[in-house]
């Protein structure tokens, strides 16, 4: 499975930025909507900090404490697309996100960075005036 991030650039603070996700190389038997994926984000010098995930039919969703209120995760799974909407950015929001994928049964999601089999290469992200 291949991830592909895109969307990233600059933004002021105080301004919105929509990432996208796009998802291929499923293989036989495999969809989409089999995974249960997630955003994470990493600033320079910083450890990979976890943002928002969601399950694989996009009903449950979880955001991190820094983010909760300002950003939202949703999917498309007939487009095999996964969004993060991100408004009322922040300095502090600048990093290089990544979406993250995982196939496992059931219907939960999942906000550990072991969990999870697949990885995008990034997209940078800054907010600056």
């Known amino acids: 499975v291949q991830l592909v991030e895109s969307g990233g650039g600059l933004v002021q603070p105080g301004g919105s930025l929509r990432l996208s996700c796009t998802a291929s190389?499923?293989?036989?038997?495999?969809?989409?909507?089999?995974?249960?994926m997630s955003w994470y984000r990493q600033a320079p010098g910083k450890e990979r900090e976890f943002v928002a995930a969601?399950?694989?039919?996009?009903?449950?969703?979880n955001f991190g404490d820094s983010v909760k209120d300002r950003f939202a995760i949703s999917r498309d799974n007939t487009k095999e697309v996964l969004y993060l909407q991100m408004n009322r950015l922040k300095a502090e929001d600048t990093a290089v996100y990544y979406c993250?994928?995982?196939?496992?049964?059931?219907?939960?999601?999942?906000?550990?960075?072991?969990?999870?089999?697949?990885w995008g290469q990034g997209a940078q992200v800054t907010v600056s005036a």
């Open positions: 969601i399950n694989r039919v996009g009903i449950t969703v």
């Open positions: 993250a994928a995982v196939s496992r049964g059931g219907f939960a999601y999942y906000t550990e960075e072991y969990e999870y089999e697949h």
């Open positions: 190389g499923f293989t036989f038997g495999s969809y989409f909507s089999s995974y249960a």
